[in-house]
């Protein structure tokens, strides 16, 4: 990117957009700054910890770091990381910095802005609107539009739905109505929204391999991959080849999460060719 296309984020944003912290730079056009909300629960966030040289800044990337109700959100440069409000406080490593760097090379000469609002543990009634995460989201978003524009949405989420019946059963009508909201919420009624599947590992290990807890996995692995079929503009993310991190097989590991986010990046430059 040439020196005149980028300036320093700080100043172009003193009047009442986002502030930055640091050496942070961003395009001066918007249509050159590209948003991705990343929502879900720990397979977004991450379920791995990090290694030496994770905290590195990734070149052309910058992540929005959370701020309170009333506060002002910051740039700051896109780097592990990226969801630090797991519950259980510990630093994650998640796909969201391997997609923006596959988008990149797919898309020279732009700046990839991160918005990442995922929340371990979290049902998708925990997640859709009215909930305190949802609210974060969109308002964190909105406030990353005053700079950039908005490109798409990535989900990964399910576990915590296949927990008992009535939520797998309402799981496919609250991701719809979830999608629905995010885009009218948001402004973008085409806005793409790319989910990811369950892990094929999920439900293998000791904690939720029982016959009916494996049933409504399944279940809701096939409410994610026929969400393309059914509703625009939205996109599937396969987990084939993917290993877990640990003995209970819920989460990705490291290289799993490396791949996935890949795996969002083709699946979004496939959308954006096939519209």
């Known amino acids: 990117m040439r020196a005149k296309e980028v300036f320093v984020v700080a100043a172009i944003l003193a009047t009442g957009a986002l502030r930055a912290e640091g050496p942070v730079n961003i395009p001066s056009s918007k249509k050159n700054f590209h948003l991705f909300l990343l929502m879900g629960q720990s397979n977004m966030s991450g379920g791995v910890g990090i290694a030496a040289g994770d905290t590195q800044p990734v070149p052309h990337v910058l992540k929005m770091r959370f701020a309170r109700e009333g506060e002002e959100p910051k740039w700051v440069p896109g780097a592990h990381p990226?969801?630090?409000?797991?519950?259980?406080?510990?630093?994650?490593?998640?796909?969201?910095?391997?997609?923006?760097?596959?988008?990149?090379?797919?898309?020279?000469?732009?700046?990839?802005?991160?918005?990442?609002?995922?929340?371990?543990?979290?049902?998708?009634?925990?997640?859709?609107?009215?909930?305190?995460?949802?609210?974060?989201?969109?308002?964190?978003?909105?406030?990353?539009?005053?700079?950039?524009?908005?490109?798409g949405v990535l989900w990964h989420q399910g576990e915590s739905d296949t927990v008992e019946q009535t939520r797998t059963d309402a799981y496919e009508k609250r991701l719809h109505r979830l999608i629905e909201d995010v885009r009218k919420d948001l402004g973008s009624p085409q806005l793409p929204f790319i989910v990811?599947?369950?892990?094929?590992?999920?439900?293998?290990?000791?904690?939720?391999?029982?016959?009916?807890?494996?049933?409504?996995?399944?279940?809701?692995?096939?409410?994610?991959?026929?969400?393309?079929?059914?509703?625009?503009?939205?996109?599937?993310?396969?987990?084939?080849?993917?290993?877990?991190?640990?003995?209970?097989?819920?989460?990705?590991?490291?290289?799993?999460?490396?791949?996935?986010?890949?795996?969002?990046?083709?699946?979004y430059g496939d959308m954006s060719a096939n519209p």
């Not at 999920?202 to 904690?207: A, E, L, N, R």
């Not at 490291?254 to 083709?266: D, Q």
Request: proline content about 6%.
């Open 82 to 151: 990226l969801h630090p409000r797991r519950p259980n406080k510990k630093a994650r490593f998640g796909p969201g910095l391997s997609f923006a760097e596959a988008y990149l090379a797919d898309n020279p000469g732009v700046v990839v802005g991160l918005v990442p609002m995922a929340w371990g543990g979290r049902s998708i009634e925990q997640l859709g609107k009215g909930s305190g995460i949802y609210s974060d989201a969109i308002r964190h978003a909105k406030a990353g539009m005053q700079a950039g524009t908005l490109k």
């Open 196 to 267: 990811g599947n369950l892990a094929e590992f999920y439900g293998t290990g000791k904690d939720h391999k029982a016959p009916d807890r494996v049933a409504r996995i399944i279940k809701i692995k096939e409410i994610l991959r026929s969400l393309p079929e059914k509703v625009p503009h939205a996109g599937f993310v396969e987990s084939t080849g993917c290993s877990p991190a640990a003995r209970a097989k819920v989460h990705f590991d490291r290289k799993s999460c490396l791949l996935m986010g890949k795996r969002y990046a083709k699946v």
